[in-house]
Every structure is written in C-alpha cells, then in structure tokens.
C-alpha cells in the first residue's frame, strides 16, 4: 500500500460520493489497484465502490468493532493495493455520541489523511473559518487538504484558493457547478441504479482535480 486517504466532507450532500466515486474510477482507468472502503454499515456507497474499483468496499466502523479489527481489516484488504480511499459518512465529526464512531475518529485510527470535500455554491470568505475550525478540533486527525464542489466561475475558485493559501493547507481542486452530476436519492440512501461513474465526471476530475497530487498522501 502505497497512498491512503479518507474522502470527509463537513456535511451530508456536499459531494463527497461523487468525488470518491469519481476518483476510484479515475486511478482504476489509469491502472492502479484501488482498494475502496467506507465508513459505518452503509451498504449503499459500496456499490458504488465495487462498481467502479472491480474490488470489494470495505466498510469500516468504529461503533461495532475495536479500532484494533479496524486497523486488522484496514491493512489486510490493503495490503495488495496502490492506493486505499476511504469514503467518510455524514459530516466528519458526526458519530454515535459527539464525534465517536465518526469518520473523524476512524481517520485517527488509522493515522491517514483527510481530504475534505465541501460545498462552495453561494459562498467565497466565508470559508475560512469553517476550515479553520475543522482543521484544528481535533489534534489527532490531519486535514490534508480540501477538494471544492459546485463552484461558480474560475473566478470564484481564485477566492476559494485565496483562502486555502492563507490557512497554509493544500488545495486540490474543485469540480464546477453540474446539475447532471447531481446523484438522485431514494428511501434509505442515494440512487445506485447506475453505478458505473459516467464519463463526464472522469472527464471533469481529470481536468478540474489534482488527483497525481492526492497520490502523494
């Protein structure tokens, strides 16, 4: 195992599925072994995962099972593999109580990076400070940088870059705003009907995203 990285996102629906989706099929079509994992019981993202990797999705979880036969199951189904993602659930701090059982806490777990995926529609400055109180709550959990979603304009991405440089964390990229990326829900979790990741969202990671840089983690 080469790369590892845990895929979070400060709230639900900000596109951290697309994004993980995206960047599985990506480095799988590039001829990496991903091996992909998810955080809590959600079998609906596996899907999504195995689809795109041609590998089972490992579903990590803190609430039923020691952090030690997390570690255990982390290292085992990643042993083979050029690059593990792991796909956070909710908001990365939002556990069974407080933060524990959290993608927060599993990323301390295992001692690997996150990477924060946050929704920048209708919003520049302001953003500042919501990274700053994520990167520094918890000590033990590293944001190695952040992947911007829905942005408006080239424009509007120089200002969300503005304020990664002034908090000194990497930015990665974004992906611009796309009506049609939007994945549909249903009861119980998204819509994995179609689970293949469309080529327009290859495409847009390719162009928009430094994902040789995330290769680096």
Not at 30 to 55: L, S
Not at 141 to 157: D, L, W
């Amino acid at each position: 195992m080469k790369t590892a990285f845990l895929i979070a996102a400060p709230t639900s629906g900000s596109g951290k599925t697309t994004i993980a989706r995206g960047l599985m099929a990506l480095l799988t079509r590039k001829g990496y072994k991903v091996q992909p994992f998810k955080c809590g019981p959600d079998y609906i993202d596996t899907k999504f995962h195995e689809a795109v990797c041609g590998r089972p999705s490992i579903n990590l979880d803190t609430f039923m099972a020691t952090p030690e036969h997390v570690r255990q199951l982390f290292a085992h189904y990643g042993e083979d593999a050029d690059v593990c993602i792991v796909e956070g659930m909710m908001g990365l701090f939002d556990g069974y109580d407080r933060d524990k059982g959290s993608s927060a806490e599993i990323a301390a777990v295992l001692g690997i990076p996150v990477v924060l995926v946050v929704d920048a529609k209708s919003v520049a400055y302001s953003m500042a400070p919501l990274l700053q109180g994520f990167m520094n709550f918890r000590k033990d959990v590293h944001i190695a940088g952040v992947i911007y979603n829905k942005v408006g304009s080239e424009r509007h991405y120089q200002m969300l870059k503005q304020v990664c440089d002034d908090l000194h964390i990497e930015c990665f990229g974004y992906l611009p705003k796309q009506p049609s990326l939007e994945q549909g829900s249903r009861y119980l979790g998204l819509d994995y009907t179609e689970t293949a990741a469309p080529v327009e969202l290859l495409t847009l990671i390719e162009q928009y995203i430094a994902w040789e840089k995330l290769l680096t983690l």
